[in-house]
C-alpha cells in the first residue's frame, strides 16, 4: 500500500481530499452537537423567560418584608420551589454572573433550576422545579392576567412591553378568537386557561379572560402564542457553521494543491533556466511518484542536452585546432614555393591561394570563439568583468576598422562618457562585428551612438546600405546564416558574426536588437547591456 501511495500523485490527493471531507464531516458533527447544545439552551430560556420576568417584576416592586408572601402565592399557583437570596452569596461563576447582569435567565436541567436578578435589585430568585408541565404554563398565564387586570386598561400594554416573553408571544384581546367551541368559552368564561393546538404548525396558544368588574362587552382576553416547539435551527446558528466549514475545506484543499504547484512551479523554474542557457540545472526529485518520476525524466533529459552540446563543442574546438596544423603547413608550402620561382603567373596563383588560407585561418579563429562562448554560462557568471570606458572602446572599434574601408566614413556621435561593468574583449568584439557588419552593407556611412539609461547603456551601430527585411531578421543570428545577397565572396563575412554578438549578449544578461535606422535609412543594430553593481 505504501508503494502504491508513493507511486500515484493523484491517488494520493484523492486519498488526503478524503481525509480531509472526514475531518469536515467530523468537524460538521461536532457543531452540530454544539448548536444544538446552544439551542436547547436558548430555548429553556425562553421557555422560562415570560414566568421569571413576570415574578420579577412584580417582586422588585413589592417592598422587602412583603416578598415573602408573594412568593408564597407564586409557590402555590405554579406549583414551583422559589427562594429569594442576596447575589452576592449566590455560588456563581464569572460568565453566569455576568449574563445575571445583563437581565438573562440562568437554566439548569434535570431538575429543572431557574435563577434571575430582580430588576435594579441586589436580590437572586430561583425557582426549582422537576418538571416543566402544562400547569406551570397556565398558572403564568393567570398570574400574568391577574397583574393586568390590576392595572388600568391603557396601561396593559406598556405593561406587557416591559416583561421578556421569549417563547411566549403575548397579545390583548377585545373579542374572542374565531374556531372556539361552546365549551371552551364557557371555560374561558369561568377563569379557566384553555389550550388550542394549531394543527397545521403543531404549535400551542393559550388563551385567559381577564378578571374585570367591568360590563361584559369591555372584557378583555389574554392570548400567549403561538409557542413554538424550537427544533429548528436558526440562520445565525446555521451560517457560522457553513461557513466554518467551508473554510476549512478550502484550507485543507489549498495546502494539498500548494504542495502540488509548489513541485510543478520547481520544475517549471528549471525548465526556464535550461531554456536560457544554464545546463547544468537540476531538478531536486523528493519522492517516486508521478511528479517524481517526471522530475527523474526531466534530470535525464537534460544530463543527454548537456552532454549532446558539450560534446558537440569540443567537437568543433578539436576540428578547429586540427585544422590550424594543416593550414600552417600550406602557407608554409606556398611561401616556400613563392620564394623559389620569379614567374609572374605563378606568384599570382600563390597570392590567391595565401588570400584563401588566411580566410580560413580567419574562419577557424571565428569558429572557436563561437565554441568558446557557448560553453560560457548564461548572465556572465563565468565572465572576468572590468570597467570599460565605452567611447574611448568605441573609438578603439573605429581606428582599427578604418584602414580597411576607406571608402566609408566611420563617425562615433557626440555624447557624454560612459563606464561600464562588462567584459572588456568581449564587448569590443561584439562592437567591431557589427561595425564590420554595417561596413560590408553600408553605401558611405557607418555610426555608432552611446545611450547612457538608468539601468542600461545602449549602443547603436546604424548604416546608410539597404537594411535587413523584417521577415529575414529573425534569422539572421543563426550560425552560418546569411541573406540572399550576401552570399557573394566579394561581401566578405562567414555568418557567425552576428551569432557571437548574439552570445556576448546572453554571457553579459542583455541582448541585441535589429530595426530601421531613422536617420541613415539602413539597418540599425542595438545592444542592450544592464549595469551591474561593481565587486565587494
Given at each position: 500500500?505504501?508503494?502504491?501511495?508513493?507511486?500515484?500523485?493523484?491517488?494520493?490527493?484523492?486519498?488526503?481530499?478524503?481525509?480531509?471531507?472526514?475531518?469536515?464531516?467530523?468537524?460538521?458533527?461536532?457543531?452540530?452537537?454544539?448548536?444544538?447544545?446552544?439551542?436547547?439552551?436558548?430555548?429553556?430560556?425562553?421557555?422560562?423567560?415570560?414566568?421569571?420576568?413576570?415574578?420579577?417584576?412584580?417582586?422588585?416592586?413589592?417592598?422587602?418584608?412583603?416578598?415573602?408572601t408573594l412568593l408564597e402565592r407564586f409557590s402555590e399557583q405554579?406549583?414551583?420551589?422559589?427562594?429569594?437570596?442576596?447575589?452576592?452569596?449566590?455560588?456563581?461563576?464569572?460568565?453566569?454572573?455576568?449574563?445575571?447582569?445583563?437581565?438573562?435567565?440562568?437554566?439548569?436541567?434535570?431538575?429543572?433550576?431557574?435563577?434571575?436578578?430582580?430588576?435594579?435589585?441586589?436580590?437572586?430568585?430561583?425557582?426549582?422545579?422537576?418538571?416543566?408541565?402544562?400547569?406551570?404554563?397556565?398558572?403564568?398565564?393567570?398570574?400574568?392576567?391577574?397583574?393586568?387586570?390590576?392595572?388600568?386598561?391603557?396601561?396593559?400594554?406598556?405593561?406587557?412591553?416591559?416583561?421578556?416573553?421569549?417563547?411566549?408571544?403575548?397579545?390583548?384581546?377585545?373579542?374572542?378568537?374565531?374556531?372556539?367551541?361552546?365549551?371552551?368559552?364557557?371555560?374561558?368564561?369561568?377563569?379557566?386557561?384553555?389550550?388550542?393546538?394549531?394543527?397545521?404548525?403543531?404549535?400551542?396558544?393559550?388563551?385567559?379572560?381577564?378578571?374585570?368588574?367591568?360590563?361584559?362587552?369591555?372584557?378583555?382576553?389574554?392570548?400567549?402564542?403561538?409557542?413554538?416547539?424550537?427544533?429548528?435551527?436558526?440562520?445565525?446558528?446555521?451560517?457560522?457553521?457553513?461557513?466554518?466549514?467551508?473554510?476549512?475545506?478550502?484550507?485543507?484543499?489549498?495546502?494539498?494543491?500548494?504542495?502540488?504547484?509548489?513541485?510543478?512551479?520547481?520544475?517549471?523554474?528549471?525548465?526556464?533556466?535550461?531554456?536560457?542557457?544554464?545546463?547544468?540545472?537540476?531538478?531536486?526529485?523528493?519522492?517516486?511518484?508521478?511528479?517524481?518520476?517526471?522530475?527523474?525524466?526531466?534530470?535525464?533529459?537534460?544530463?543527454?542536452?548537456?552532454?549532446?552540446?558539450?560534446g558537440q563543442q569540443e567537437m568543433i574546438r578539436a576540428v578547429?585546432?586540427?585544422?590550424?596544423?594543416?593550414?600552417?603547413?600550406?602557407?608554409?608550402?606556398?611561401?616556400?614555393?613563392?620564394?623559389?620561382?620569379?614567374?609572374?603567373?605563378?606568384?599570382?596563383?600563390?597570392?590567391?591561394?595565401?588570400?584563401?588560407?588566411?580566410?580560413?585561418?580567419?574562419?577557424?579563429?571565428?569558429?572557436?570563439?563561437?565554441?568558446?562562448?557557448?560553453?560560457?554560462?548564461?548572465?556572465?557568471?563565468?565572465?572576468?568583468?572590468?570597467?570599460?570606458?565605452?567611447?574611448?572602446?568605441?573609438?578603439?572599434?573605429?581606428?582599427?576598422?578604418?584602414?580597411?574601408?576607406?571608402?566609408?566614413?566611420?563617425?562615433?556621435?557626440?555624447?557624454?562618457?560612459?563606464?561600464?561593468?562588462?567584459?572588456?574583449?568581449?564587448?569590443?568584439?561584439?562592437?567591431?562585428?557589427?561595425?564590420?557588419?554595417?561596413?560590408?552593407?553600408?553605401?558611405?556611412?557607418?555610426?555608432?551612438?552611446?545611450?547612457?539609461?538608468?539601468?542600461?547603456?545602449?549602443?547603436?551601430?546604424?548604416?546608410?546600405?539597404?537594411?535587413?527585411?523584417?521577415?529575414?531578421?529573425?534569422?539572421?543570428?543563426?550560425?552560418?546564416?546569411?541573406?540572399?545577397?550576401?552570399?557573394?565572396?566579394?561581401?566578405?563575412?562567414?555568418?557567425?558574426?552576428?551569432?557571437?554578438?548574439?552570445?556576448?549578449?546572453?554571457?553579459?544578461?542583455?541582448?541585441?536588437?535589429?530595426?530601421?535606422?531613422?536617420?541613415?535609412?539602413?539597418?540599425?543594430?542595438?545592444?542592450?547591456?544592464?549595469?551591474?553593481?561593481?565587486?565587494?
Open positions: 500500500m505504501r508503494r502504491v501511495l508513493s507511486h500515484g500523485s493523484f491517488l494520493r490527493f484523492y486519498l488526503l481530499l478524503g481525509i480531509a471531507l472526514l475531518v469536515v464531516f467530523i468537524i460538521a458533527l461536532a457543531g452540530r452537537s454544539f448548536i444544538e447544545q446552544v439551542r436547547r439552551e436558548d430555548y429553556r430560556e425562553q421557555l422560562a423567560a415570560l414566568p421569571m420576568s413576570l415574578m420579577t417584576q412584580q417582586l422588585a416592586a413589592t417592598p422587602l418584608e412583603q416578598r415573602n405554579l406549583d414551583v420551589q422559589l427562594t429569594l437570596e442576596p447575589i452576592n452569596e449566590a455560588d456563581l461563576g464569572y460568565f453566569e454572573r455576568s449574563r445575571l447582569e445583563r437581565g438573562r435567565i440562568l437554566v439548569a436541567e434535570s431538575p429543572w433550576l431557574l435563577q434571575q436578578r430582580l430588576p435594579s435589585d441586589t436580590w437572586l430568585l430561583q425557582a426549582r422545579l422537576d418538571d416543566w408541565s402544562e400547569h406551570q404554563w397556565h398558572g403564568s398565564i393567570e398570574l400574568l392576567g391577574e397583574w393586568l387586570a390590576a392595572t388600568p386598561a391603557e396601561e396593559r400594554d406598556g405593561r406587557i412591553a416591559q416583561l421578556r416573553q421569549g417563547s411566549w408571544p403575548l397579545q390583548l384581546l377585545s373579542s374572542l378568537p374565531v374556531g372556539l367551541t361552546a365549551q371552551q368559552q364557557a371555560q374561558l368564561a369561568s377563569g379557566n386557561v384553555i389550550t388550542k393546538l394549531v394543527s397545521d404548525k403543531l404549535s400551542i396558544t393559550l388563551l385567559y379572560q381577564l378578571p374585570s368588574q367591568q360590563l361584559p362587552g369591555e372584557s378583555q382576553w389574554l392570548q400567549a402564542g403561538p409557542i413554538s416547539r424550537g427544533d429548528t435551527l436558526p440562520l445565525n446558528l446555521h451560517l457560522p457553521l457553513l461557513v466554518g466549514l467551508m473554510i476549512v475545506l478550502s484550507l485543507i484543499i489549498y495546502l494539498i494543491m500548494r504542495s502540488i504547484e509548489a513541485r510543478m512551479a520547481r520544475l517549471e523554474l528549471a525548465a526556464t533556466r535550461i531554456a536560457s542557457g544554464r545546463l547544468e540545472t537540476r531538478v531536486k526529485v523528493e519522492s517516486g511518484d508521478f511528479l517524481g518520476r517526471l522530475g527523474m525524466a526531466f534530470n535525464g533529459m537534460a544530463n543527454q542536452v548537456q552532454s549532446l552540446l558539450r578547429s585546432h586540427e585544422l590550424r596544423t594543416p593550414v600552417a603547413r600550406i602557407r608554409f608550402a606556398v611561401q616556400m614555393v613563392e620564394d623559389m620561382t620569379d614567374q609572374p603567373a605563378i606568384r599570382r596563383q600563390l597570392q590567391g591561394i595565401d588570400a584563401d588560407i588566411a580566410e580560413l585561418d580567419e574562419l577557424v579563429d571565428e569558429i572557436l570563439t563561437y565554441a568558446r562562448l557557448g560553453g560560457e554560462t548564461v548572465n556572465g557568471a563565468e565572465l572576468e568583468t572590468a570597467l570599460v570606458e565605452c567611447r574611448a572602446m568605441a573609438e578603439r572599434v573605429i581606428d582599427t576598422l578604418s584602414p580597411l574601408h576607406k571608402g566609408l566614413a566611420l563617425a562615433l556621435a557626440p555624447g557624454p562618457e560612459i563606464e561600464l561593468l562588462a567584459e572588456p574583449r568581449y564587448l569590443q568584439r561584439a562592437v567591431q562585428n557589427l561595425v564590420g557588419n554595417a561596413c560590408r552593407h553600408a553605401k558611405s556611412q557607418v555610426v555608432i551612438q552611446l545611450w547612457d539609461e538608468p539601468n542600461l547603456v545602449r549602443i547603436d551601430v546604424e548604416d546608410d546600405g539597404p537594411g535587413i527585411p523584417p521577415e529575414a531578421r529573425a534569422d539572421i543570428f543563426k550560425p552560418f546564416a546569411r541573406l540572399d545577397d550576401s552570399r557573394a565572396r566579394s561581401s566578405g563575412g562567414y555568418g557567425l558574426g552576428l551569432s557571437i554578438v548574439q552570445k556576448i549578449m546572453a554571457g553579459h544578461g542583455g541582448s541585441v536588437t535589429i530595426d530601421t535606422s531613422p536617420t541613415l535609412g539602413g539597418a540599425r543594430f542595438t545592444l542592450l547591456v544592464p549595469r551591474r553593481d561593481p565587486p565587494a
